[in-house]
T-cell receptor, first 112, second 113 residues
Framework: DVKVTQSSRYLVKRTGEKVFLECVQDMDHENMFWYRQDPGLGLRLIYFSYDVKMKEKGDIPEGYSVSREKKERFSLILESASTNQTSMYLC???????????FGSGTRLTVV | GESVGLHLPTLSVQEGDNSIINCAYSNSASDYFIWYKQESGKGPQFIIDIRSNMDKRQGQRVTVLLNKTVKHLSLQIAATQPGDSAVYFCAEKKDNQGGKLIFGQGTELSVKP
């Protein structure tokens, strides 16, 4: 089975901190995605990547950046964390563009 | 605008009964649909998918039906068990959006013993 691993299940950070959320997949998937999930708003796409060193903005990229230096790793960066970025963050990967996603277990980030 | 929506936000069923979770989509260009299950505190888990050239697909205790005429997708769970309690999301994909999935809001299924 494909495994998508997010490095932290729970994180608490202070306002203004730079935050790194790490995601690693172990099945050589081309595509990787970062979503945030909030009650009543569902899953919203932040950034995605179809190849190494490639990134594209999703629906809500403001306040975030990403890095994909290696195929298996896709990092989400909060340059200066704010309280409105408190959320559940989900990483996903897919083999190709016509395949479904495999999700990680999520990172629940609280910004205080 | 385009959206993938669910008819009901919550669904409560008796253990052993069949469950039907519905989803409406607005774009007839969508060609791939997926159902995910998300248990509390976990990431979404793939259940079953269907492509637009099919009307029905069956898995273990689950069936997905696609009605392209009315742009409707449903997930049927046979003999619902307490372990089926979760939030269920439908998602659609359109080729012209580079393979991105668009998710519905989710339906919370509660199974009563």
């Amino acid at each position: 089975d494909v495994k998508v691993t997010q490095s932290s299940r729970y994180l608490v950070k202070r306002t203004g901190e730079k935050v790194f959320l790490e995601c690693v997949q172990d099945m050589d998937h081309e595509n990787m995605f970062w979503y945030r999930q909030d009650p009543g708003l569902g899953l919203r796409l932040i950034y995605f990547s179809y190849d190494v060193k490639m990134k594209e903005k999703g629906d809500i990229p403001e306040g975030y950046s990403v890095s994909r230096e290696k195929k298996e790793r896709f990092s989400l960066i909060l340059e200066s964390a704010s309280t409105n970025q408190t959320s559940m963050y989900l990483c996903a990967s897919s083999l190709a563009r016509d395949h479904g996603y495999t999700f990680g277990s999520g990172t629940r980030l609280t910004v205080v | 605008g385009e959206s993938v929506g669910l008819h009901l936000p919550t669904l409560s069923v008796q253990e052993g009964d069949n469950s039907i979770i519905n989803c409406a989509y607005s774009n007839s260009a969508s060609d791939y649909f997926i159902w995910y299950k998300q248990e509390s505190g976990k990431g979404p888990q793939f259940i079953i998918d269907i492509r637009s050239n099919m009307d029905k697909r069956q898995g273990q205790r689950v069936t997905v039906l696609l009605n392209k005429t009315v742009k409707h997708l449903s997930l049927q769970i046979a003999a619902t068990q307490p372990g089926d309690s979760a939030v269920y999301f439908c998602a659609e994909k359109k080729d012209n959006q580079g393979g991105k999935l668009i998710f519905g809001q989710g339906t919370e299924l509660s199974v009563k013993p």
